[in-house]
C-alpha cells in the first residue's frame, strides 16, 4: 500500500499568513495527488486534484505543487473562513490519506 | 448539481450488521465509480471500499474485507454498504463519495451517516 505522510499535524497561523502543509507519498504516485478541505461536522470538499489543478470554485489563493513524491499545498493569504483541518491523498492506485493538519487561528 | 445522501446509520451491537444506503443525484451515475470513507471520531479518513460504474468490480480495505459488500443498483442510482460482524473499531461517520476522471478521485461528498458499536 501507498503511506502518504502529511506534515505539520498542526499548525498556527495568522489572518493573511502564508501557510503551506506538505505531503510525501511512499512510492511514485504519478502526480496523482488530490488536497480537500474539511470543517468540523461537514464531509471533506475536494480542493486540488492532479498536484496542481483547482478544482471549479476553489479560491485562487489555493495552489498546490509538486516534486517527485514531494507534495505541497499553499494559501497565499489565509482567510477567516481556511480554518480548517487539510487532507491529502493519492489516487494512482486505491486512496490513501495523509494524517491530516489542522491549520487553526494562532 | 451532485447530490449524495446517505442513510442507515444507527446504534448496533458489536457482532451485528447494518446496511447503509447513498442516494445520489445530478450526474450519470453508471458512468462513475462510487466510494466510501469513514472517519472515526476524532480520527481521520479511511478509504473502505469503491465499485466501479457497472458494478464488476470491487475493491476492499483489508480492515474490512470479508465483511463489508459494496453494491449499487445503476436504475435506482443507489450505492449500498452492508457491513456485517460489526466491531467496535468500526464506529465511524461513513461517508458516500463519488469518483472523477479516475476512480479514486473523490470529487463529490455525502453528508455522512453515523455508525455507532456498542454493546
Known amino acids: 500500500d501507498i503511506q502518504m505522510t502529511q506534515s505539520p499535524s498542526t499548525l498556527s497561523a495568522s489572518v493573511g499568513d502564508r501557510v503551506t502543509i506538505s505531503c510525501r507519498a511512499s512510492?511514485?504516485?504519478?502526480?496523482?495527488l488530490a488536497w480537500y478541505q474539511q470543517k468540523p461536522g461537514r464531509a471533506p470538499n475536494l480542493l486540488i486534484f492532479?498536484?496542481?489543478s483547482l478544482e471549479s470554485g476553489v479560491p485562487s489563493r489555493f495552489s498546490g505543487s509538486a516534486s517527485g513524491t514531494e507534495f505541497t499545498l499553499t494559501i497565499s493569504s489565509l482567510q477567516p473562513d481556511d480554518f480548517a483541518t487539510y487532507y491529502c491523498?493519492?489516487?494512482?492506485?486505491?486512496?490513501?490519506f495523509g494524517g491530516g493538519t489542522k491549520v487553526e487561528s494562532k | 448539481e451532485v447530490e449524495l445522501v446517505e442513510s442507515g446509520g444507527g446504534l448496533v451491537q458489536p457482532g451485528g450488521s447494518l446496511r447503509l444506503s447513498c442516494a445520489a443525484s445530478?450526474?450519470?451515475?453508471?458512468?462513475?465509480?462510487m466510494n466510501w470513507v469513514r472517519q472515526a471520531p476524532g480520527k481521520g479518513l479511511e478509504w473502505v471500499s469503491s465499485?466501479?460504474?457497472?458494478?464488476?468490480?470491487?475493491y476492499y480495505a483489508d480492515s474490512v474485507k470479508d465483511r463489508f459488500t459494496i453494491s449499487r443498483d445503476n436504475s435506482k442510482n443507489t450505492v449500498d454498504l452492508q457491513l456485517n460482524n460489526l466491531r467496535p473499531d468500526d464506529a465511524a461517520v461513513y461517508y458516500c463519495?463519488?469518483?472523477?476522471?479516475?476512480?479514486?478521485?473523490?470529487?463529490?461528498w455525502g453528508q455522512g451517516t453515523l455508525v455507532t458499536v456498542s454493546p
Open positions: 463519495a463519488k469518483g472523477g476522471i479516475r476512480l479514486s478521485l473523490l470529487d463529490h
Open positions: 445530478g450526474f450519470t451515475f453508471s458512468n462513475y465509480a
Open positions: 465499485l466501479s460504474g457497472t458494478g464488476a468490480k470491487t
Open positions: 512510492q511514485s504516485i504519478n502526480g496523482y
Open positions: 492532479r498536484s496542481s
Open positions: 491523498q493519492q489516487y494512482d492506485s486505491l486512496p490513501t
